[in-house]
């Protein structure tokens, strides 16, 4: 069982498991999801998290995931400011609001054997340096705590703001790559329309090739 009550800050962010029993993760994850949509049965498009129960079913699998792997999906909140300068850092936690999600996926067989750093914010969150702070966060804490370093991140040629991110949390772009399973969520648009899969580094230790890059 995870411990829900880990976490790890930066300055303005708390960066926390997603919990399945948590009221403010449950309506967070309908608010991020509810523009998502995946084809039914009837081929009309339909919500991918369509209710409560389905945000919960999405929750306990990433706890899962997490709790399995190592790696998987991170909740970002805000945190309130600190009524006083001793406040307790797990009280301004429990308070914080989510504001995104932040992610360090280590894929399956067929992607190159290194985690990948992903992230999304709630629309009303973003332009405010929050993704890049999460990732930094993130980031640290695998360094410090499990030792990892080597990184990759993957965005589709059209995402200029994941791309800003991705260089401002001090990654370089090695190229466009046709990595099978990838293709088709990061680098599909909604509209059809088909883009590259840009694949970017930070801290490999070997040539790139090595890993099947
Ligand atoms: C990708 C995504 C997370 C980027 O979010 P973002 O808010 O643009 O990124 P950051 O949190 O790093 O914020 C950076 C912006 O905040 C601005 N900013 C404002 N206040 C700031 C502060 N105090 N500190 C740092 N930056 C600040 C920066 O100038 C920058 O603006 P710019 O992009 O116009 O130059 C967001 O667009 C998103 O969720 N997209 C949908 C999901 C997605 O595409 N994910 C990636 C899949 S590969």
């Known amino acids: 069982m995870l411990d829900f009550n880990f976490y790890v800050t930066?300055?303005?962010l708390a960066i926390t498991y997603l919990n399945p029993g948590n009221e403010s993760h449950i309506a967070f994850t309908l608010e991020l999801y509810k523009n998502y949509t995946t084809i039914g049965a009837n081929g009309k498009p339909e919500r991918s998290i369509p209710?409560?129960?389905?945000?919960?079913?999405?929750?306990?699998?990433?706890?899962?995931?997490?709790?399995?792997?190592?790696?998987?999906?991170?909740?970002?909140?805000?945190?309130?400011?600190?009524?006083e300068p001793d406040e307790d850092m797990a009280k301004r936690v429990e308070n914080a609001t989510p504001i995104?999600?932040?992610?360090?996926?280590?894929?399956?067989?067929?992607?190159?054997?290194?985690?990948?750093?992903g992230f999304n914010l709630l629309t009303s969150a973003r332009?405010?340096?929050?993704?890049?702070?999460?990732?930094?966060?993130?980031?640290?804490?695998?360094?410090?705590?499990?030792?990892?370093?080597?990184?990759l991140g993957y965005c589709g040629s059209d995402n200029t703001a994941s791309m800003k991110v991705l260089r401002r949390a001090g990654f370089e772009l090695l190229g466009e790559r046709n990595i099978g399973s990838l293709m088709t969520h990061v680098s599909i648009k909604k509209n059809g329309q088909r883009h590259a899969l840009l694949v970017w580094i930070r801290g490999l230790k070997k040539d790139p090739k090595e890993y099947g890059l």
């Open 51 to 83: 209710d409560r129960a389905a945000a919960i079913d999405l929750l306990e699998g990433r706890a899962t995931q997490i709790e399995t792997t190592g790696y998987g999906r991170y909740g970002v909140s805000l945190l309130p400011p600190s009524a």
């Open 127 to 151: 332009g405010k340096g929050y993704a890049t702070e999460a990732a930094k966060g993130l980031m640290d804490y695998y360094d410090r705590e499990k030792g990892v370093t080597e990184l």
């Open 10 to 12: 930066t300055p303005r």
């Open 100 to 117: 995104g999600l932040i992610t360090l996926n280590l894929r399956g067989p067929d992607t190159p054997p290194l985690p990948d750093i």
